[in-house]
Nanobody
Framework: QLQASGGGLVQAGESLRLSCVVS????????MGWFRQAPGKEHEFVAAINWSGGWTAYADSVKGRFTISRDNAKNTVYLQMNSLKPEDAAVYCC?????????????????WGQGTLVTVSS
């Protein structure tokens, strides 16, 4: 089970840190990803990280503002979001997959969980 938390209402320019705790299995060797879905839109890739944290990938729209990290001892992945914009508002969810291919496609992930809502006011 993957459970995201940390969402909330912030003003543009502020920061939030999302957490995703995985229970029921260890994902220490898996790729972890964050996706978001705004109302009326498809899921959008946000960021991904490999098991060691030595490889990360970001959507162009968040590059330089968001940072993905993980703590394998806690089976947790984080998404630090800085300089938030109104267009970042969405439900954010985390996902896990064994291999790094197609990391930007939610359909390629083995598990994903409930999301957390991020609202950004202008």
């Amino acid at each position: 089970q993957l459970q995201a938390s940390g969402g909330g209402l912030v003003q543009a320019g502020e920061s939030l840190r999302l957490s995703c705790v995985v229970s029921g299995r260890s994902v220490s060797t898996w790729v972890m990803g964050w996706f978001r879905q705004a109302p009326g839109k498809e899921h959008e890739f946000v960021a991904a990280i490999n098991w060691s944290g030595g490889w990360t990938a970001y959507a162009d729209s968040v590059k330089g503002r968001f940072t993905i990290s993980r703590d394998n001892a806690k089976n947790t992945v984080y998404l630090q979001m800085n300089s938030l914009k109104p267009e970042d508002a969405a439900v954010y969810c985390c996902a896990a997959k064994r291999y790094s291919d197609n990391y930007d496609q939610l359909s390629g992930y083995d598990y994903w969980g409930q999301g957390t809502l991020v609202t950004v006011s202008s």
